[in-house]
């Protein structure tokens, strides 16, 4: 079976800093995406930037960008230059392709908050 | 505008009063799902739809019924709702290469 597992429950992290948070799965299959997802405390899911495993160059978008080491099974999330909206919960997410099933799979999450 | 409405957004029940949570979308897609989150578990699948009159199990869907008569709907059903189906709930639709679009929503307690 498909797991998911973040293992830092909560992160602090200075405005305009840097910070990282981890991902790592388990899985058989060869192809499949996994997701970052951004949840506010307005309780919106948003998602912050998707990786599709046959491709290897590592996914950016702006301030995010993600270290996909698909042989290690980790897909971490960069953000850089923190800024206090990014104050949310962060969740990563596996889907298989080459199964009979089309689920999303999600890690426990990673409460961040930015400190001014 | 893209979206995905979910109603209610709050509701407090008693333990065996039949519920629906409806979920529409406006986006023509043709995967939709539920999720339901929990303190410390994350987001868990509990039904999933490829398309019209076409649903499947997700991780979690006992206790719960599905259906989808309508490209736009996806209704979730609980029969019984017992306690331990407090939760936050979820539906989303849009495939996984695309974007896949979440409603806002929705907070119940079955007491």
């Known amino acids: 079976a498909q797991t998911v597992t973040q293992s830092q429950p909560e992160m602090s992290v200075q405005e305009a800093e840097t910070v990282t948070l981890s991902c790592t799965y388990d899985?058989?299959?060869?192809?499949?995406?996994l997701f970052w997802y951004k949840q506010p405390p307005s309780r919106q899911m948003i998602l912050v930037i998707r990786q599709e495993a046959y491709k290897q160059q590592n996914a950016t978008e702006n301030r995010f960008s993600v270290n996909f080491q698909k042989a290690a099974k980790s897909f971490s999330l960069k953000i850089s230059d923190s800024q206090l909206g990014d104050t949310a919960m962060y969740f990563c997410?596996?889907?298989?392709?080459?199964?009979?099933?089309?689920?999303?799979?999600f890690g426990t999450g990673t409460l961040l908050a930015v400190q001014p | 505008e893209a979206q995905v409405t979910q109603n209610p957004r709050y509701l407090i029940t008693v333990t065996g009063k039949k519920l629906t949570v409806t979920c529409s979308q406006n986006?023509?897609?043709?995967?939709m799902s539920w999720y339901r989150q929990d303190p410390g578990l994350g987001l868990r699948q509990i039904y999933y739809s490829m398309n019209v009159e076409v649903t499947d199990k997700g991780d979690v869907p006992e206790g719960y019924k599905v259906s989808r008569k309508e490209k736009r709907n996806f209704p979730l059903i609980l029969e019984s709702p017992s306690p331990n189906q407090t939760s936050l709930y979820f539906c989303?639709?849009?495939?996984?290469?695309?974007?896949?679009?979440f409603g806002p929503g929705t907070r119940l307690t079955v007491l």
């Open positions: 997410a596996f889907m298989g392709l080459g199964g009979a099933t089309n689920k999303l799979i």
């Open positions: 989303a639709s849009g495939w996984f290469s695309d974007t896949q679009y």
């Open positions: 986006m023509n897609h043709e995967y």
């Open positions: 899985t058989s299959e060869s192809n499949y995406y």
